[in-house]
């Protein structure tokens, strides 16, 4: 599997857009890019995954380069409910998940 | 609808002993997979089963290792003779298919003393 690049952290203002970024610059042709996030102690729940075009669903937005090697996950109007650690996986199917990045969301 | 669900939630047991972990996936997804995460540590894949094909036992550690899935719906994962490194959060998906969203159970915490 390709490895993925994260920031640590990062803060988000409660009802504003969260844009979290991901390099993948070792993507394969065949691998997609998923979204996952894991709140304390729970399973880790879907968000969106794509292969080369833009996906949206009721969750967020999944902006991936025309390269692939990069991608952003936005979460467009962030709630408090919305802090947790969030993972960027490039893979067909086995997901492995390194450190993600922990988002913040603050009144 | 009913999630993933994974039997027990907790489970303690002396180093040597063999531990049985079981996982119900959502009726009709096909594709199910293990998982384990320890303390700190990213996930782990460990075995994906699909349909009526081989599993995909790439991810298991060891031969003490080992999962079936019955009738294509429950699935148990086994370890022989635990050691104090097998302890972690073991965790099961399941998907339409492979390349679909996996739905978790909440998982297994596993510790052996």
């Known amino acids: 599997d390709a490895k993925t690049t994260q920031p640590t952290s990062m803060d988000c203002a409660e009802g504003r857009a969260a844009n979290l970024p991901c390099n993948h610059s070792?993507?394969?042709?065949?691998?997609?890019v998923y979204w996952y996030r894991q709140i304390h102690s729970q399973g880790p729940q879907y968000i969106i995954h794509g292969l080369k075009n833009n996906e949206t669903n009721e969750m967020a937005s999944l902006i991936i380069t025309e390269d692939r090697k990069s991608s952003t996950l936005i979460l467009p109007h962030a709630t408090l409910r919305d802090t947790a650690v969030y993972y960027c996986?490039?893979?067909?199917?086995?997901?492995?998940f390194g450190a993600g990045t922990t988002v913040t969301v603050r009144a | 609808g009913a999630g993933v669900s994974q039997s027990p939630s907790n489970k303690v047991t002396e180093k040597g002993k063999d531990v049985e972990l079981r996982c119900d996936p959502i009726?009709?997804?096909?594709?199910l997979y293990w998982y384990r995460q320890s303390l700190g540590q990213g996930l782990e894949f460990l075995i994906y089963f699909q349909g009526n094909s081989a599993p995909d036992k790439s991810g298991l550690p060891s031969d003490r290792f080992s999962a079936e899935r019955t009738g294509g719906s429950v699935s148990t994962l086994t370890i022989q003779r635990t050691q104090q490194e097998d302890s972690a959060v073991y965790l099961c998906?399941?998907?339409?298919?492979?390349?679909?969203?996996?739905?978790f159970g909440p998982g297994t915490r596993l510790t052996v003393t």
């Open positions: 070792t993507i394969s042709g065949n691998e997609y």
């Open positions: 996986i490039v893979s067909d199917y086995k997901l492995s």
């Open positions: 998906a399941s998907s339409l298919n492979r390349v679909r969203e996996q739905y």
């Open positions: 009726s009709g997804h096909t594709a």
